[in-house]
């Protein structure tokens, strides 16, 4: 992949400059009749619903706060045309904000916000000059392509004095399958030897640049089966975020190629993505 960038950032800058909006071939005939569950036209099955992403603030509930020292939470979000890929926005949020306190749950967005403010209510009932947590969320659609959807999410927080800054999370959709996308589903499986050693020689690189402590802690090799990964118009990648891989470690961004990527991906995979 062109421009081996440094920040997760950055990454998006240049997926968000190079997205292509395939929705552009939308249907200019009328709705017909459709199943409940199915946000496609019966006639056009292969054809995706315009998006239509509309930013606005996510509609969750916070507690009546009486004091002056209270917990600062806010949701930028996206809502769109397609009702099933708003609630797969919504659980990847969940997911984000359950990662910043230790959680892992089938949790809505709402009982993700009400486990925070539980988390941030203990933490100030320890001490009374404790200060609230604070959180704030931004959503992008990072990247389209075909039925393929790149999604980023990035928080910043202060929880027990730690600040943390633009703390990136990329998640992977299908509209047409109506699922959440790892790097498995879509990996050839006879290709799963050479994605290792690609990641593997990455990582190794990333191991001689941390520091010595931070080297003895480390996993001897990488899983990347559930990592964070996403994809533009060079490629595919993966995204590992400062303090993922080992307490004090860099954050790690792994670059394929376009040629890589066509070695390791299932063609139709492939073919729909790129």
Request: hydrophobic residues 35%; charged residues 25%.
């Amino acid at each position: 992949m062109n421009g081996k960038l440094g920040a997760a950032s950055i990454i998006v800058i240049g997926l968000m400059l190079s997205a292509c909006d395939a929705s552009k071939q939308e249907s200019k005939q009328p709705d017909q009749q459709q199943a409940p569950t199915s946000v496609f036209k019966t006639d056009q099955a292969d054809v995706l619903p315009y998006l239509n992403i509309q930013e606005q603030q996510a509609k969750i509930a916070l507690p009546f706060c009486e004091t002056k020292n209270c917990i600062d939470l806010s949701i930028q979000t996206v809502h769109t045309e397609d009702a099933w890929l708003n609630d797969w926005i919504a659980k990847s949020q969940s997911k984000v904000i359950q990662d910043q306190i230790g959680l892992k749950q089938d949790m809505s967005l709402q009982q993700a916000v009400n486990a925070y403010v539980k988390k941030s209510d203990a933490w100030q009932a320890e001490f009374a000059k404790n200060k609230p947590y604070e959180l704030s969320m931004y959503t992008r659609i990072a990247y389209q392509r075909n039925q393929y959807v790149l999604m980023q999410l990035g928080v910043d927080t202060t929880q027990e004095e730690v600040k943390v800054k633009e703390r990136y999370y990329f998640f992977v959709a299908d509209r047409k399958k109506q699922k959440a996308v790892t790097l498995l589903d879509i990996l050839e499986p006879q290709q799963q030897t050479a994605m290792n050693g690609i990641v593997q020689q990455a990582y190794q690189k990333w191991l001689k640049q941390q520091k010595a402590e931070a080297r003895q802690k480390a996993p001897k090799k990488l899983y990347w089966g559930q990592a964070d990964w996403f994809f533009d118009q060079e490629g595919i990648g993966l995204h590992y975020r400062t303090h993922e891989i080992v307490e004090d470690g860099a954050q790690l961004d792994i670059y394929l190629t376009k040629e890589q990527t066509k070695q390791i991906l299932k063609a139709d995979a492939y073919q729909h993505m790129f």
